[in-house]
């Protein structure tokens, strides 16, 4: 017999999902900063990573901060396939320098990610420029056109 108020939820969905924790957040930030002060200064010593200015948008730590997703974009989002891939290759030598840099008890796995939100609001931005989409949002809001009268039933 099932507890009441105790279950899966709606249709067996599970419970709703969580956002990260404040710990989650701090640790990414804390790792967001470090690693862009790498980055910055260089200390990586491989060519093919100095030729690209790389900003380091988020990090998000997993749930036990031994994983680590870096959000990244180069300067002007050119050459991000290749920038990815000197991270990725260097990926050891940046955990290690990282593990000096923050105090954890664990250096989290590095997977580096191109950070495509940008271009995402770049895309919200030119479908509000759209004409029809600027005329609807101008439009006055006539209170006689409530869903909730129009739905009502008699």
Do not use: C, W
Not at 3 to 8: I, K, R
Not at 10 to 27: I, N, Y
Not at 80 to 85: I, P, Q, V
Not at 134 to 145: I, Q, T, W, Y
């Amino acid at each position: 017999m099932e507890t009441p108020g105790v279950g899966l939820g709606a249709a067996g969905a599970g419970p709703p999902a969580k956002g990260p924790s404040q710990r989650q957040q701090r640790v990414g930030e804390s790792l967001r900063r470090a690693l862009s002060d790498i980055l910055m200064r260089g200390d990586a010593h491989d060519p093919d990573l100095a030729r690209h200015s790389i900003t380091v948008t988020e990090v998000r730590a997993s749930p036990d901060l031994k994983q680590a997703t870096v959000y990244v974009l180069p300067l002007g989002g050119r050459d991000a396939d290749a920038a990815l891939e000197a991270l990725r290759r260097n990926r050891g030598g940046l955990r290690a320098l990282l593990g000096r840099a923050v105090t954890l008890k664990y250096t989290p796995e590095l997977h580096f990610q191109r950070d495509d939100s940008f271009d995402r609001m770049d895309e919200t931005r030119r479908l509000l420029d759209q004409e029809e989409v600027r005329r609807d949002l101008a439009k006055p809001v006539d209170p006689s056109d409530d869903a909730t009268e129009r739905d009502a039933v008699p």
